[in-house]
């Protein structure tokens, strides 16, 4: 029989297309729920059922949403779901309550654990309590990074669910490797951002305060000062991230040494400009997928010392780590690089072999797969102690 899978996310669920085509090629059937665009999905000809939930709060939205699973999971019957993203993770196992099992991905600690917003600070018991909740619906946890899983062990979040870390959700590094070779000439995309022989510091990300932005906008300040040839290009949403996101003003008092491109589609080939790859965060990440992109093409890496990023950076090796909201630690680890671009060369190169062994999606797909075969044996197991019992 095909294990038909339940693919649950949020709206960034379509970066997981290639992971979830990896599972298809290893025999599963996959259909996916998420609350972005369908067409990511159907291109590809993968089932997408759209639902709605508010990411920045709204309780009656987390009541709907959970409506909506629930009638999902009941028509569509599969023979696991899998969960990925902070509240997609509490909302799904509300939604199946143990009528199906559920396999939960800790991509991160969210905004909860990683502001120290007072309203952050209040929440924190409340989602510590929703997690020992659905923890009773979940038959197990997969964690992307060491601190995340020590962090529901030592607060007693996992219930009786096995749990496993698999860093990240792969990456195509065949796929990855081709759309770098495609990219326009390096030339034609700096002349297109007004970028002429700039040295070039690339951040990715969402443009918000927890993700290091205005702590990188302090450093480029800095790294200005020293090397006013240095262009920081700062490559992300930023309107559709609430209150959360960063003012647009601040952004625009650091031009012209710093450009934000909003999104784009064109990350392979901006990482083929680019000097090294700034992630300031100060944000409990997973695995953060750019930091694997920006190894897997060889740019050294500067990267906050938080969990998930490093298990990906190791200090003074593929790159440096300084400590979250350091403007001045930030800044000297960019100068550091870009005034020793041979040694930023050899650094950037160390990421390349760590990624293809770690993270290749192959690799993580092959995984996942082994955790889904033994949680539905140990299903079966269960239910043929329960029928015995029973009889």
Same mark, same amino acid.
């Given at each position: 029989m095909t294990l038909h899978l339940l693919c649950v996310g949020g709206e960034d669920h379509a970066l997981r297309v290639p992971f979830l085509m990896a599972l298809?090629?290893? #025999?599963?059937?996959?259909?996916?729920?998420?609350? #972005? *665009?369908?067409?990511p999905f159907t291109t590809n000809d993968i089932q997408h059922h759209?639902?709605?939930?508010?990411?920045f709060g709204a309780?009656?939205?987390?009541?709907?949403?959970?409506?909506? $699973?629930?009638?999902?999971?009941?028509?569509?019957?599969?023979?696991?779901?899998?969960?990925?993203? %902070?509240?997609?993770?509490?909302?799904a196992p509300l939604a199946s309550r143990g009528a199906f099992p559920v396999v939960r991905t800790i991509n991160g600690m969210g905004w909860v654990f990683s502001s120290t917003d007072l309203k952050a600070l209040a929440f924190r018991p409340v989602y510590l309590a929703l997690q020992r909740l659905t923890a009773c619906w979940t038959a197990a946890t997969i964690f992307q990074n060491k601190a995340d899983r020590d962090?529901?062990?030592?607060?007693? $979040? $996992?219930?009786?669910?096995?749990?496993?870390?698999?860093?990240?959700?792969?990456?195509?590094? *065949?796929?990855? =490797?081709?759309?770098? %070779?495609? *990219?326009?000439? &390096?030339s034609g995309l700096? *002349?297109?951002?007004? $970028? =002429?022989?700039? =040295?070039?510091?690339?951040?990715?990300?969402?443009? %918000?305060?927890?993700?290091?932005?205005?702590t990188l906008l302090d450093a480029a300040k800095i790294v200005h000062e020293a090397r006013p040839q240095v262009r920081f290009l700062l490559v992300g949403p930023r309107e559709s991230e609430g209150p959360f996101a960063v003012d647009q003003a601040l952004i625009e008092r650091h031009a012209p040494?710093?450009?934000? &491109?909003?999104a784009r589609s064109d990350v392979p080939a901006l990482l083929g400009i680019a000097n090294l790859f700034a992630f300031p965060t100060a944000y409990r990440e997973g695995i953060p997928r750019v930091l694997l992109e920006a190894g897997l093409a060889g740019v050294p890496i500067v990267a906050s010392r938080m969990p998930g990023c490093d298990d990906v950076v190791a200090d003074n090796w593929n790159g440096h780590l300084v400590q979250p909201r350091d403007p001045r630690a930030l800044a000297a680890a960019i100068l550091d690089l870009l005034q020793n671009p041979a040694r930023a060369r050899t650094m950037g190169q160390h990421s390349i072999e760590l990624v293809r062994r770690e993270f290749d999606l192959n690799v993580v797909a092959d995984r996942y797969a082994d955790v889904y075969r033994k949680v539905l044996s140990a299903g079966s197991r269960n239910d043929h102690r329960r029928t015995r019992t029973e009889v």
């Amino acid at each position: 029989m095909t294990l038909h899978l339940l693919c649950v996310g949020g709206e960034d669920h379509a970066l997981r297309v290639p992971f979830l085509m990896a599972l298809r090629n290893r #025999g599963l059937r996959v259909t996916a729920a998420g609350t #972005g *665009a369908d067409s990511p999905f159907t291109t590809n000809d993968i089932q997408h059922h759209s639902y709605r939930f508010d990411r920045f709060g709204a309780r009656l939205s987390d009541r709907n949403a959970i409506g909506q $699973l629930s009638r999902l999971v009941k028509r569509i019957r599969p023979d696991i779901i899998q969960t990925f993203d %902070t509240k997609p993770n509490l909302l799904a196992p509300l939604a199946s309550r143990g009528a199906f099992p559920v396999v939960r991905t800790i991509n991160g600690m969210g905004w909860v654990f990683s502001s120290t917003d007072l309203k952050a600070l209040a929440f924190r018991p409340v989602y510590l309590a929703l997690q020992r909740l659905t923890a009773c619906w979940t038959a197990a946890t997969i964690f992307q990074n060491k601190a995340d899983r020590d962090f529901f062990h030592r607060h007693h $979040l $996992l219930g009786n669910s096995a749990s496993a870390i698999i860093g990240s959700s792969g990456i195509d590094v *065949a796929g990855f =490797e081709v759309a770098r %070779t495609k *990219a326009a000439a &390096t030339s034609g995309l700096r *002349a297109q951002l007004g $970028l =002429e022989d700039a =040295e070039i510091v690339l951040t990715v990300s969402r443009l %918000t305060v927890q993700k290091g932005i205005p702590t990188l906008l302090d450093a480029a300040k800095i790294v200005h000062e020293a090397r006013p040839q240095v262009r920081f290009l700062l490559v992300g949403p930023r309107e559709s991230e609430g209150p959360f996101a960063v003012d647009q003003a601040l952004i625009e008092r650091h031009a012209p040494y710093v450009i934000a &491109t909003g999104a784009r589609s064109d990350v392979p080939a901006l990482l083929g400009i680019a000097n090294l790859f700034a992630f300031p965060t100060a944000y409990r990440e997973g695995i953060p997928r750019v930091l694997l992109e920006a190894g897997l093409a060889g740019v050294p890496i500067v990267a906050s010392r938080m969990p998930g990023c490093d298990d990906v950076v190791a200090d003074n090796w593929n790159g440096h780590l300084v400590q979250p909201r350091d403007p001045r630690a930030l800044a000297a680890a960019i100068l550091d690089l870009l005034q020793n671009p041979a040694r930023a060369r050899t650094m950037g190169q160390h990421s390349i072999e760590l990624v293809r062994r770690e993270f290749d999606l192959n690799v993580v797909a092959d995984r996942y797969a082994d955790v889904y075969r033994k949680v539905l044996s140990a299903g079966s197991r269960n239910d043929h102690r329960r029928t015995r019992t029973e009889v």
